[in-house]
């Protein structure tokens, strides 16, 4: 999953430094860091980023590209996003990529995020958002389910924002835009052609029969192709 071009891809985590400002040489935490690609890319402006993510896995492959890239301002924590072991102003900044989806309660995890961050600091959240018609993404979702357990739920831009407002926070800026999928590299990512050759399968029924999930999802010459629609929000603490 580490090398994947949805996780390796430049974009994303560009956007992330460059919307920092002031806040990228201030101390950073990288919230679900996974295999801490954002973490590396940050670190050397930064005076500290802190890597915090669940899984040991991924912590040790984050730990590695640190360590093989020789910063040594960098330290990771394993733990819960719901439940943040850092007292309240900790950081210059908090971002976090390709993340809300797998959150259980987004809200909690949005509180803890504002209670960490210092007055006048910066949240930076990029994520997959779905379509805001109720059943293109309830379709959407639960093919994403069936490629990856893991996955709870994709929100809608609009409540993405919400959960930054309602942790307090003032949305200053969002940016959005779309990154075109074929199936062959999304699915490669979860390496486990027992769920994704039916899903597959199911996808290009749907493609063929005009159904296509809020994602553009269509039967293309090569592959089946869809489409991630992708913000950024930019928000701070007052």
Request: a negative charge; glycine letters at 6%; proline letters at 6%.
């Amino acid at each position: 999953m580490a090398t994947a071009p949805a996780f390796t891809k430049r974009d994303s985590w560009e956007r992330i430094r460059d919307t920092l400002g002031p806040a990228a040489a201030g101390r950073i935490l990288d919230l679900a860091c996974g295999p801490g690609i954002v973490t590396a890319a940050l670190a050397p402006t930064a005076r500290e980023v802190v890597g915090y993510d669940l899984t040991p896995e991924m912590l040790a492959q984050a730990r590695r590209r640190c360590e093989a890239a020789g910063l040594t301002n960098v330290r990771f924590e394993q733990g819960a996003a719901e439940s943040l072991p850092f007292p309240r102003a900790a950081f210059d900044a908090v971002v976090t990529r390709a993340t809300i989806h797998h959150f259980p309660e987004p809200a909690v995890v949005f509180a803890e995020m504002a209670r960490v961050l210092k007055p006048g600091g910066h949240l930076v959240v990029a994520d997959i958002v779905t379509s805001p018609d109720p059943e293109d993404a309830a379709l959407h979702n639960a093919l994403e389910i069936l490629r990856d357990p893991s996955h709870i739920r994709m929100v809608t831009a609009d409540e993405l924002l919400a959960f930054a407002q309602g942790a307090g926070l003032d949305v200053v800026a969002r940016a959005r835009w779309t990154e075109r999928r074929r199936f062959g590299e999304w699915a490669a990512i979860v390496r486990d052609a027992a769920r994704t050759a039916p899903l597959r399968t199911i996808m290009r029924s749907l493609a063929r029969s005009g159904l296509d999930a809020g994602i553009g999802l269509s039967d293309g010459a090569d592959d089946l192709e869809f489409d991630h629609h992708w913000i950024l929000v930019t928000a701070t603490r007052a």
